[in-house]
């Protein structure tokens, strides 16, 4: 009897290891946006899953069992580089596949943060490390990483010819809508907006709009009482009537600083409440925000 359970638990058991062995290749992403592109590119031909979970932010240091695991089962894993993601590169080191990283890839555009000219306590922050890290909101950048994905392609056991002709569709794709949405954002090219960080540099380059005035140097950190004062003078001078909030944002400190002046819009750079949607619905809901932010 004893014989009989084992085989019996042995045969329940084989339709699983068979069907994991059939499984498509396992992409993990560090960040949506990332996992959008490689849902663009790969379709079903793997199963496209994100690190991040839709609480957390890049800067968060911390990170569950589970998500280890992502790691070390992953097949490839994208990310955008110990620079972009620095808790992140201890974690993803540990991967057994192989890695890309969007930051070691020769055409990527890679822009500075601006000086909030902050007058508060910076402890705890790293300012040596000044680069942008909203890699992914430039169009050009995301084309060059689907450039890069044909040449992983056969070590997930996949076609590189059929992934270029995904990578031509996307990028021809793309061009269009970069075009569209540069049509629909020009009445508003000459419009000032706030933001509690410097988020938005790529996307404003992207399609032409103007530099943001960060509030602060992070949405972790308030103004100081010089900057505050400063912002509000700035407000007024510019006529500024937009707040472009991040999901961390306050928006109690928006509130203050605008005092009913200004329109506060919620926008998520890292597209975490869009579902499972490609790259170009994260450029159209943006635009989307940024035209009922600024318009008058």
């Not at 910076?122 to 430039?138: E, I, V, Y």
């Not at 021809?172 to 907006?193: E, F, I, M, W």
Request: with cysteine; net charge negative; aromatic share 6%.
């Amino acid at each position: 009897m004893r014989t009989l359970t084992v085989l019996f638990c042995l045969w329940l058991t084989m339709p699983l290891h068979a069907a994991e062995a059939g499984a498509p290749p396992r992409v993990l992403a560090s960040i949506e946006p990332l996992a959008m592109l490689l849902r663009d590119v790969f379709g079903d031909a793997v199963t496209v899953d994100t690190f991040l979970l839709s609480s957390q932010t890049p800067h968060d240091a911390s990170f569950t069992p589970g998500q280890a695991r992502k790691v070390q089962q992953a097949d490839l894993i994208v990310w955008l580089g110990e620079a972009a993601e620095p808790s992140l590169a201890k974690l993803m080191s540990r991967g057994k596949g192989p890695q890309l990283a969007m930051l070691a890839l020769p055409g990527i555009h890679q822009r500075q943060l601006q000086d909030a000219d902050d007058d508060h306590d910076h402890a705890g922050h790293d300012h040596q490390n000044n680069l942008d890290p909203h890699l992914w909101l430039s169009p050009d950048n995301m084309i060059e990483l689907a450039r890069a994905l044909p040449a992983q392609a056969a070590t997930l056991g996949l076609d590189p010819q059929q992934i270029q002709q995904q990578v031509a569709r996307f990028e021809t794709r793309l061009n269009q809508q970069r075009v569209l949405l540069q049509q629909q954002l020009a009445p508003y090219a000459d419009k000032p907006y706030l933001s509690h960080h410097d988020a938005w540099g790529y996307f404003a380059e992207a399609f032409n709009l103007r530099p943001v005035l960060p509030v602060s140097a992070s949405t972790e950190l308030s103004p100081g009482s010089k900057r505050f004062i400063a912002l509000i003078r700035q407000i007024e001078t510019d006529n500024i009537r937009c707040f472009m909030a991040e999901p961390e944002s306050r928006r109690a400190l928006a509130e203050r600083l605008c005092r009913d002046q200004c329109r506060v819009v919620e926008a998520d750079p890292l597209g975490r409440g869009l579902g499972k949607v490609g790259y170009a619905a994260l450029l159209d809901d943006l635009s989307q925000r940024f035209i009922r932010c600024l318009t008058p």
